[in-house]
């Protein structure tokens, strides 16, 4: 052989073992990767896939694959009576992700007893559904019937199932919503291909699906995407390594929720948002410690949290002490909740004033409309908790039961450990089956129809109604990936403090406005109590312009109605329209300042505008209790009794023994005018000079007037008829 010869069959070869070392090294690399992590994401769903909850499952998909997870756990955890709001377009996508091609082995698996027509649904047009033992039958349910045979046909047929075998697919489904349906037990679910097998457990099902080694670690979807990865917009994600100087400038906002709800709050979490917006701050702590406060102002509080976090931004609560009533709300509109060791959270039921005083969910002998105010807030807390607790069930339940104690709950824990929250009417019915029995576990608390539901951190912790237990803010921000950021803290400024000490106050500042109007009213001219009244009524509405309550047409038009009451008494007295117009527009007015809408729209808000009705009917009887009071005791109080002009010499004993409402000594009386009457102004009669006004003439300094018509110690003159002689 040729040493050329011999030199091309050692290069061939040489080529040939590189290529199979390549191609060894390869593959162990990427057995390496797959070995590289056991764990698992999982991802629940607690009711009928939406866009938004879809979005989130692509997202979280795309960090495990990013982070090389071994797989990926799709759960069907939805309630028999889940509702069915089915919307194609998201189920489509749905499929879609789950499929093998994306790159990520998913698995799907049913995992609540007693499943519904909202399950079925989807095992009908997911592939390769399994199903823990105990789930793999299917109950009817009226209450969450999907709709009838031809609806479901059409829902099968644009998701593109077989065209042979959807007619009796949608007539099975469609059963599913009768009442008094047989169940479809396991043998018919394997025929129609809608369950491909039966797990004994959770783990050992994930285990040989995956090939990993019990036990199997689970990583929750919310803390996945919490976390991001190395292909997300979290910079301290795994893999990234972050300057000191990078991490130094990530800014933390914490905000803290003290004492009651009210519209300072509510100008104080607005302002904190506006900054975090304009700042494009990392993260926002709702560091919360409240007893509640009122409905109105925790909705909007509630409504501001959720604009925010639906632009792509990120919001927590932080329960440092107690999140009671209004802040349980909010707190669960942040989705993402935090609990401080011996904190609480709960008691959410709303309170309002009825025909037998403070009533509330559970009293017996309730009013009716008391009962629509809290179905409406039963049905709006459901809602927000079904949006940002999607994928936990135990939430949603518990957060109804946290507002109305005739829900009664049972919370059971199976030998697996897991804990789940059952209407006590669906235990009992499990339990008579035997589902959910000694065998299986455990009762781990029950809430009798006459309790309501309030949790310590750590059960909030264990029932899934918070996302975990922290010892101080410090844990919040390691948790959320931002333990080297610096904090800000943004409290109350002092406008916000002001609106709420007024707003504590606004009654009595009503009240007394109200009051000193009247004594004004009362007395000639113009003096310290109409300055007194205007200042009140000036203070009221800035402090509801602080709040945001009171608009400046609002406020405008409260005092254009001041000033044709003015033009009313003091230049054309007794056209009676100014006095109308503006009577009408002061009180419009003032009334729509104390509440941030026109007309009400919901239950809630029809009960703030029944209560500042209250508040205006209280303040204007307490106004009518002090005019009775005022003839008679204000000219013999040392100090006030200066404010009444009093007749002399003989008058006077006369003038003093008669109530200020009875017939004043002045009618009659002739004087001359001191000054020019435009047509208030003073007169001097029987030596002592008295406020006036005329009856609309012009009357010039020096002009002889009878006092015609007197109205407590306000007097109303004219021109003598006759001269004196």
Known sequence: MSHARFARLLAAGAAVLAFA?????????????????????????????????????????????????????????????????VDVAALERLRAAVAPARGLDVAVLATWPGQGPATALLCAVLPEVHALAGCESFRPEPRAKVGDAAALAAILRALGGAAGEIDEQARILARLGEPGAEALGASELRRLGWIDGVAADRESFLAARFGLTAPVELKDSAELLREGGPSSAEPEGRGVELSPEARAARVVLRIPLRDVVDDAMVGQVERGLARARAESIDLVVFDIDTPGGAVVSMWAIAEAIGAYKGEGRRAVAYVSNHAISAGMVIALSCATIWMRENSSIGAATPVMAGPSGIEAPGDEGRSDSAEKVMSFFRADV??????????????????????????????????????????????????????????????????DDQTLVTLTHAEAARYGFADGVVANLDEVLAKEGLASARVEELPMSWSEELVRALSAWSFLIFLAACVFAYVEFKLPGFGLPGISSIALFALLFFGKYLGGIAELQEILLFFAGLVLIGIEVFVLPGTFVFGAAGALCAILGLFLSFHGFALPSNEFEMETVLANVGAFLAALTGTVLFSLAFGRFLPRMPFLGRLVSLPTDAGQAAWNEADLGGPSPYLGKRGRATTDLRPAGKVRIEGAVQDAV?????????????????????????????PRV
């Open 694 to 722: 005329s009856e609309g003439d012009f009357l010039p300094s020096g002009t002889e007037v009878e006092v015609v018509r007197a109205e407590g110690v306000r007097l109303t003159v004219a021109a003598a008829r006759s």
């Open 21 to 85: 070392l390549g191609a060894r090294g390869a593959a162990t690399t990427q057995e390496r990767a797959q070995e590289a992590s056991s764990e698992v994401l999982r991802f629940t769903f607690r009711a009928m896939p939406d866009d938004e909850r879809v979005r989130e499952l692509e997202q979280a998909l795309a960090i495990a694959l990013a982070r090389q997870l071994r797989g990926a756990l799709v759960e069907l955890a939805l309630p028999g009576d889940a509702p069915c709001a």
């Open 382 to 447: 459901r809602k927000l908790a079904q949006k940002v607790r999607a994928d936990r069930q135990n939430a949603v339940l518990l957060a109804e039961a946290m507002v109305d104690r005739s829900i009664a709950l049972v919370a059971f824990e199976t030998k697996r450990g897991e804990v789940f929250i059952y209407p006590r009417e669906e235990f009992e019915r499990l339990k008579q089956e035997g589902k959910v029995g000694e065998r299986e576990g455990r009762i781990l608390e029950e809430w």
